[in-house]
C-alpha cells in the first residue's frame, strides 16, 4: 500500500509541481524554522517575553517582539501553517490571553516539548482562559499552535478535514487504525506523520521533498479526496485544448499512466499480467482520417486468389473489443446476463460470484473473485485508455458516425448497430444476440482528446459532440518551466550559468502576445518550447535566449503571421518583449 501512497504523492505533488503552493511551502518552512529558534532560546532559560529569545527571527527587529510573535502564532488570519478559518479570537480575548501568566507559561512549555502531554496541558489552559474571559471555542487554533511547533502533526488542523483524510487512508488499507479508543487528533496526526516520514524516508535524505511539505500532501489528499478515491469517476472523455507546446498530449500520457498505477496498487491480484502499454492506445487524426479507420469498413484482400472487399474493425472497434471483455462475458451469462450488464455500475462481486469459472472465464474473474462481496465490479475491471491526438484535424461527424448515442451511454444499454453491421461475422462483431450484431463503448473506456486552438476553434465542434466531453483548457505554465529551469541550474556545473530567467522571458512574450489583436492567447508559446533544452550548459542566459528564439520561436510566430502583413512589424516587437 505504500507504493499507492507514493503514486498519490507523484499525482497531487510531483506531477503537478506548478499548482502546489510555493508561497504556502516557504512561509511554512520559515515560521517553524523561527519557532525552532525560538524553543533553542527557551531550552537556555530565556523567557518567551524576552526580546533575546526571538534573536534571528523577524520578531527581534519589532517593538515587541513577544507580543508580535504570539500575534503571529495564535491570531493572524493565516501563519504559514493554515488559516484559521472560522476560528477566530478576537483582538481583546488575544490581548487578554497573552497577558495570562498560566496561558504564557504552557504555551511556552508546548513550544520548548510539543509532547502529547504537553498539548493536553495547553488545550487545558486554553479552555480555562477561554471560559474565564467568555471567548468562543476555538479547537483549530489550538490544533494550529502545536502545528508550528513540531512537524510531527500535520498542518491539517481542523478536526473534520483531517479525520476524513484519516478514515479514508484506513478505508484503503494504507493505514492501520490507532486501537486506543480515546485517541484524539494529536495521536491520529503523529501516526500519518510517522507514515508518511518512513514512506519518503530516502527523498528526504536527499532533499527531495520536506516534512513540510509532506504535512502539505495530507491537506491536498483532502482537497482531492473525491477524485482520489476513483480517478475514473470523472468524465469519461475530455478534450485538452490549447496553443501548441502546452503539454496537452504528455499530460494524458501521464495521467493515464499515474491512474493506472493506482488502480493496479489497489487490485495487484487482478489481471497482474496486465500492464498500462497494454491498456492505451494513441491515434493522431488528420484531414483524411475517416470511419472506416475508427469503427470499421469495406477493404480489399485476396481470397482464392481473387480481389474482394471485406469487412474489417477500426481501431477504435478493436481497441473496445478488448477492453470490453469484461462486460461482453456478463452480457453472456444464461438467462440473467443481459440484465446483470445492463446494471454494470450497480453491478457487485457478490452478484456475480456464482458465475465465476464457470460462464465467466476470462483468467482475471479469479482476482476479482477473491474481492469482497460488496465491492463493484466496474472499479475492479482494468481501465483502458483511448487518446486522440489533434482530434479537429478530422471531420469528426464523418469519423464518429453513430458513436454519438454511445459516447453518452456506456454499456450494453448503449448498444448501437454500425453501418456495415449486417456484413460483421462473430469475428467482427463486438456484441451478439441471436442473429443480430451490435457495437457499444464499455464503462472502462476513457476517451481523451487533444487539439490545439489554432488548427481550428474549439466552436467548430458540433454541439452535440461538445457536451459529450469535459473541456480543459491547457495554457502556457511559467511556473512549470521555472521550476524545472531552477532544478536545471542547481545541478552541479551549472549554477554559473542560470537559465531560470527563461521563464520571465516567456511570461513576457505571452503577454504581448495575448495583446496582439490578430493574435490572442490562442497563439502564445507554449512552456514545452523551453524544456528539456539541448544546448550547451556553458551557454550564458542571454545566448540560450537567443537560440531559442531563433530555432524555435521565432519560425513558430513567423507562420503564425504568414500572410498578415504584418510580420516585419510584430517580429521584432515580440523579440524586445522576449528579452533582446
Known amino acids: 500500500m505504500m507504493s499507492r501512497l507514493r503514486n498519490l504523492y507523484t499525482y497531487l505533488i510531483t506531477n503537478n509541481a506548478a499548482e502546489v503552493d510555493r508561497g504556502w511551502l516557504a512561509d ?162 503523529v501516526q500519518v506523520m510517522e507514515m508518511l516520514r518512513a514512506a519518503f524516508a530516502e527523498e528526504l535524505e536527499i532533499g527531495e521533498t520536506s516534512e513540510q511539505l509532506l504535512s502539505m500532501f495530507v491537506w491536498y489528499l483532502f482537497e482531492n479526496i473525491e477524485n482520489i478515491s476513483n480517478p475514473f469517476t470523472l468524465k469519461k472523455q475530455v478534450i485538452k485544448y490549447g496553443a501548441p507546446g502546452t503539454g496537452k498530449t504528455y499530460t494524458a500520457m501521464q495521467s493515464t499512466k499515474l491512474f493506472f498505477d493506482i488502480w493496479r496498487d489497489k487490485y495487484p491480484n487482478i489481471a497482474p499480467e496486465l500492464t498500462h502499454l497494454q491498456c492505451i492506445k494513441v491515434v493522431q487524426f488528420h484531414p483524411s482520417y475517416g470511419y472506416e479507420d475508427f469503427i470499421e469498413g469495406l477493404r480489399p484482400e485476396l481470397r482464392n486468389g481473387q480481389p474482394q472487399l471485406a469487412l474489417q474493425n477500426g481501431v477504435f472497434k478493436e481497441f473496445c473489443r478488448r477492453a470490453g471483455t469484461w462486460e461482453i462475458e456478463v452480457h453472456g451469462i444464461p438467462s440473467a446476463g443481459p440484465q446483470l450488464a445492463a446494471d454494470w455500475q450497480g453491478l457487485t462481486v457478490g452478484d456475480l460470484k456464482p458465475h465465476i469459472g464457470k460462464e465467466l472465464k476470462h483468467p482475471s474473474w ?23 491526438d489533434e482530434i479537429n484535424r478530422a471531420e469528426l461527424s464523418r469519423v464518429l458516425g453513430e458513436l454519438m448515442f454511445a459516447i453518452e451511454y456506456r454499456g450494453v444499454k448503449g448498444r448501437i448497430s454500425t453501418q456495415y453491421a449486417q456484413l460483421n461475422t462473430k469475428e467482427t462483431a463486438m456484441l451478439t444476440t441471436g442473429a443480430e450484431f451490435w457495437f457499444f463503448i464499455p464503462h472502462n473506456v476513457y476517451i481523451i482528446g487533444t487539439m490545439n486552438t489554432i488548427d481550428r476553434s474549439v466552436e467548430s465542434f458540433d454541439l452535440a459532440l461538445r457536451r459529450r466531453f469535459r473541456w480543459e483548457r491547457a495554457d502556457p505554465d511559467i511556473d512549470a518551466v521555472r521550476l524545472h529551469l531552477q532544478k536545471r541550474d542547481a545541478e552541479p556545473g551549472n549554477g554559473s550559468h542560470p537559465w531560470a530567467g527563461l521563464a520571465d522571458d516567456l511570461a513576457q512574450l505571452n503577454e504581448r502576445i495575448r495583446k496582439e489583436e490578430i493574435l490572442g492567447a490562442d497563439y502564445e508559446i507554449g512552456h514545452a518550447y523551453l524544456m528539456n533544452l539541448r544546448y550547451p550548459p556553458t551557454l550564458t542566459h542571454t545566448e540560450v535566449r537567443r537560440s531559442v528564439w531563433g530555432d524555435s520561436i521565432r519560425p513558430l510566430l513567423e507562420e503564425y503571421l504568414r500572410g498578415s502583413g504584418r510580420a516585419e512589424t510584430l517580429i521584432p516587437e515580440f523579440q524586445k518583449a522576449f528579452g533582446f
Not at 74 to 80: F, H, I, Q
Not at 371 to 387: C, R, T
Open 366 to 388: 479469479d482476482g476479482i473473485g477473491t474481492l469482497g462481496d460488496s465491492e463493484k465490479v466496474a472499479d475492479a475491471v482494468p481501465p483502458f485508455f483511448f487518446i486522440i
Open 28 to 189: 511554512y518552512i520559515e515560521f517553524t524554522s523561527e519557532v525552532e529558534k525560538v524553543r533553542a532560546s527557551l531550552k537556555l532559560q530565556l523567557d518567551i517575553r524576552d526580546k533575546s529569545t526571538y534573536a534571528g527571527t523577524r520578531f527581534e527587529l519589532t517593538s515587541d517582539p513577544w507580543a508580535a510573535f504570539a500575534e503571529h502564532l495564535l491570531y493572524k488570519k493565516a501563519n504559514g501553517i493554515s488559516s484559521r478559518g472560522q476560528s477566530v479570537l478576537s483582538d481583546d480575548n488575544f490581548q487578554l490571553f497573552i497577558a495570562e501568566p498560566n496561558f504564557v507559561a504552557a504555551l511556552a512549555e508546548l513550544i520548548r516539548d510539543p509532547s502529547r502531554e504537553n498539548f493536553s496541558k495547553y488545550w487545558e489552559v486554553w479552555e480555562a482562559t477561554r471560559q474565564k474571559h467568555r471567548a468562543k471555542a476555538n479547537p483549530l487554533l489550538i490544533n494550529r499552535t502545536v502545528a508550528a511547533c513540531t512537524t510531527k502533526v500535520t498542518s491539517t488542523v481542523n478536526v473534520p478535514d483531517f479525520d476524513r483524510v484519516y478514515r479514508w487512508l484506513v478505508g484503503e488499507g494504507i493505514l492501520e487504525r490507532l486501537s486506543d479508543p480515546n485517541a484524539g487528533w494529536y495521536d491520529r496526526n
